[in-house]
């Protein structure tokens, strides 16, 4: 059974960093893709990045690159979401996501096979 443990969420001010944690159990990279999204109160589930099944690929959302980064650690068999100079409107409960799939990675969420309970961010001055 897939599980993923989502940490590392909190308040920041504007400008500050976080970084998340997805501890996943029952599956590997190989063949899984892993996504990061998130939900804004009133918004709709979105899209942030994410990993092709075996690594093989990376892709963000236009408001992540250059700003986030999106990293795994076979090991640990976690993924992580650093997060750099935060935005009020990065205000969100983010999930961790996963799809057992050999295709291309999806940035829809109703792709998506298992889901993390999921991690408040907060930021605000």
């Known amino acids: 059974q897939v599980q993923l443990v989502e940490s590392g969420g909190g308040a920041v001010h504007p400008g500050g960093s976080l970084r998340l944690s997805c501890a996943a159990s029952g599956l590997t990279f190989n063949s899984y893709a892993m996504a990061w999204f998130r939900q804004a109160p009133g918004k709709e589930r979105e899209f942030v990045a994410g990993?092709?099944?075996?690594?093989?690929?990376?892709e963000y959302t236009d408001f992540a690159k250059g700003r986030f980064t999106i990293s795994t650690s076979s090991a640990q068999n976690s993924v992580y979401l650093e997060m750099n100079s935060l935005k009020p409107e990065d205000t969100a409960v983010y999930y961790c996501?996963?799809?057992?799939?050999?295709?291309?990675?999806?940035?829809?969420?109703?792709?998506?096979?298992?889901w993390g309970q999921g991690t408040q961010v907060t930021v605000s001055s």
């Open positions: 990993f092709g099944w075996g690594g093989k690929t990376t």
């Open positions: 996501a996963a799809e057992r799939t050999r295709g291309p990675l999806s940035k829809h969420e109703r792709t998506y096979d298992c």
